[in-house]
């Protein structure tokens, strides 16, 4: 039974002779027309929920410095910073949520080159690939980030830590309390003091405006700890991004599988045999992809390592040859 590469070599592209370099290039010149048009509104509209995205970003890193009793706020050490970081998100948005359209107009220029038995496989790998991306991405902000996100908060609070002494006050000794509520009042008189334990801070009314709307500010109640910890929020959501793109890209497992297997360069009796080395392999990749702490790399390299059984069983399920389908005409006359 032929391979994808035998078929791909034995071929001839019966589209050849139809059109000459400069309408190649024409159509080139149309499609990446029609590709980067439309991705200007795409733009405008990301840059508009860029803030809001922000906000979801900074969201894991604020729920875990909170839970280490550490000030939960990203400092920004320029004007433009947030600016520009938020201008960073919306072309990372723009580009994926882009890319399925980006992807058409790529398929729309090389599909008249291909034969139907080559486009099956084209149109199962290339939503697949979307998918995994996706899932991802997703596996990345829900289960890893936290996780490292608390071993490394956790760390530097551990770090240059000074302990502090406890002793009996004199007897004469008046302490100021304030109540320690889980929310702000909602009508506080003026000078009025209490502590929000939902947020660790001590609040104060300072001011009330002629409507009765109150004006609030608050200081941060923080842990004892040897080493401050504000993230910079461009390097913050640049760490992410860079993360999001290795899981994006490690999370290919299956698609990789199946092309090599289709391409007839690996068999599939050849992964079972080099299972332990495969695990060995997912266990190197996730130690790039992640900080490299043993939680986050076990739970990276546990879901690699089933992406690869998952492709290697869609292997068997969805031979080359079952996937081909039927050879064309074309196809049998050049051999």
């Known amino acids: 039974m032929d391979t994808i590469k035998d078929r791909i070599q034995h071929s001839s592209d019966p589209f050849a002779g139809t ?22 509104p795409l733009l405008v509209t990301a840059f508009f929920l860029g803030r809001p995205l922000l906000e979801a970003l900074m969201a894991p890193a604020r729920a875990e410095l909170l839970e280490a009793g550490q000030v939960p706020r990203l400092l920004t050490t320029a004007p433009f910073e947030t600016f520009g970081t938020v201008l960073h998100i919306a072309l990372v948005v723009t580009v994926l949520v882009g890319a399925p359209w980006l992807l058409y107009q790529l398929w729309l220029f090389i599909a008249p080159g291909l034969y139907s038995h080559e486009r099956r496989f084209v149109r199962i790998l290339v ?7 996706v899932i991802g991405v997703l596996f990345l902000y ?15 609070n551990q770090v240059g830590g000074v302990k502090i002494a406890r002793a009996e006050p004199p007897p004469d000794t008046v302490f100021a309390t304030a109540p320690v509520l889980q929310a702000d009042p909602i009508s506080p008189n003026l000078g009025d003091v209490w502590i929000n334990a939902k947020i660790h801070q001590l609040r104060m009314c300072i001011a009330v405006a002629e409507d009765g709307t109150p004006k609030v500010l608050g200081t941060e ?14 390097e913050y959501i640049k760490t992410f991004l860079n993360m999001a793109l290795g899981f994006g890209i490690g ?13 007839g360069i690996v ?7 080099f299972r332990k080395h495969i695990c060995a392999a997912c266990v190197v990749v996730s130690a790039v992809l992640t900080p490299a702490d043993p939680l986050s790399m076990l739970l990276l390299a546990v879901p690699l390592y089933g992406l690869f059984e998952f492709g290697v069983l869609l292997l068997r399920v969805l031979p080359a040859e079952r996937v081909a389908g039927p050879r064309e005409p074309a196809d049998a006359g050049d051999e």
């Open 19 to 40: 059109m000459s370099f400069g309408d190649h290039l024409e159509e080139l010149r149309k499609r990446l027309l029609w590709a980067i048009v439309p991705l200007v």
């Open 127 to 133: 939503p697949m690939s979307a998918v995994l991306a």
């Open 142 to 156: 829900f289960v890893i980030l936290p996780v490292v996100l608390n071993f490394f908060i956790a760390f530097s």
């Open 221 to 234: 109640l923080v842990e004892q700890a040897g080493i401050e910890q504000q993230y910079r929020i461009s």
């Open 251 to 263: 999370f290919q497992m299956p698609v990789v599988v199946l092309l090599l297997g289709w391409l």
């Open 267 to 273: 068999q599939p009796a050849d992964f079972r045999r």
